[in-house]
């Protein structure tokens, strides 16, 4: 694919959403084609922590992960423009927020509860499902973060079937369209 031009010059393109909604394999594809780096928070904390996420919240706790979590998406927001995929609870925290507000463009890949269960269910590494019924996670998860990701600069629908480079093009008009406005 080739580079285009970028949408967002100067500022990180941040990706929030809740798990199975594409910010890594999609963020990924996005950094490639903007020629910027691309980086996943929750790879970062992992890298910081020394231990995997699973192990964090079943070590630390979920306050300390999100501790964690909003330091390390800080340091992520200095230096030059990047792609940042962020973990689905990132946006919650209102300093983390309000920081991705002021210093980058934030996308929310947005999508129904039947796509996000397709992909995360059974799968391993999702703390937040460990033993616990995929779906009514999600249905919970969707009730108390949507409202929120509803304030992200840019809202992409994920849909099942959509294929990485199809919403990559989504991604890059829905911020040619918010920055025409």
Do not use: C
Not at 7 to 14: D, E, K, L
Not at 16 to 23: E, F
Not at 30 to 54: C, K, M, N, T, W
């Amino acid at each position: 694919m080739n580079e285009v031009v970028d949408p967002a010059p100067g500022r990180s393109i941040v990706l929030i959403g809740l798990m199975g909604a594409g910010k890594t394999s999609v963020g990924k594809r996005l950094a490639a084609r903007l020629g910027r780096p691309f980086v996943d928070s929750d790879h970062e904390i992992e890298e910081a922590a020394g231990q995997d996420i699973p192990s964090i919240f079943a070590t630390l706790g979920e306050g300390a992960f999100r501790d964690g979590e909003r330091r390390v998406i800080a340091r992520l927001l200095t230096g030059a423009p990047k792609v940042i995929a962020t973990g689905g609870g990132a946006w919650m925290n209102a300093q983390t927020r309000a920081a991705i507000e002021k210093d980058a463009l934030s996308v929310w890949l947005d999508a129904k509860l039947n796509t996000l269960h397709a992909r995360v269910a059974g799968k391993p590494g999702r703390p937040l499902l460990d033993g616990q019924d995929a779906n009514q996670v999600l249905e919970r998860l969707i009730a108390q973060r949507y409202p929120l990701y509803e304030q992200a600069d840019v809202r992409v629908l994920s849909t099942a079937g959509a294929n990485h480079e199809t919403m990559v093009d989504r991604i890059l008009r829905a911020i040619e369209q918010e920055q025409e406005k």
